[in-house]
């Protein structure tokens, strides 16, 4: 662990087992109505890191990634979740049209990659999750993981993820 405080963690995850843990030790804490969005460039491990925490929560189907329908649903661990990749989102007009708005409902989970795109339309998150892919001759496939909390019910979970 590189850092620490009450509202932020920094992790460096060496490969995709290590995401695997880090999904397992944050599935336990994600309550219903959370908000999490996840930044990162294209392939630093956004969608990979759901799939790792929808495994972690029960879920056994396909988890695919958003891109071209802007939003999967899933039910894990007794939770209703909603994956948004706004990454191809254009205008408040489709955001509206597509009903989104009704799927922050505070009982979703949602997890919200590019959030940016949407600035102004996505609640405000629980929790910020950005994701850095490290590069050098000792790393190969690790990234560097932030978590930021910025709610009570973040920095709720923020502590056990410390611990």
Aim: with cysteine.
């Amino acid at each position: 662990m590189h850092n620490q405080n009450n509202s932020r963690i920094s992790l460096t995850l060496a490969d995709e087992v290590a995401t695997v843990a880090f999904a397992a030790r944050l599935a336990p804490e994600i309550k219903p109505g959370m908000v999490i969005y996840l930044h990162g460039d294209l392939g630093a491990g956004k969608t990979t890191l759901v799939r790792a925490l929808l495994n972690a929560m029960g879920y056994i189907g396909r988890v695919k990634s958003p891109t071209y329908t802007l939003l999967e649903l899933y039910q894990a661990g007794g939770l209703h979740l909603r994956h948004f990749d706004l990454y191809r989102f254009h205008d408040a007009d489709e955001w509206d049209a597509a009903g989104f708005r009704d799927e922050f409902d505070g009982r979703n989970v949602c997890l919200v990659e590019w959030p940016e795109k949407a600035q102004h339309l996505v609640p405000q998150a629980d929790i910020e999750i950005t994701l850095e892919i490290l590069s050098g001759e000792t790393i190969c496939n690790g990234r560097n993981i932030e978590v930021r909390a910025i709610s009570q019910v973040g920095r709720e979970c923020l502590k056990v993820l410390q611990s």
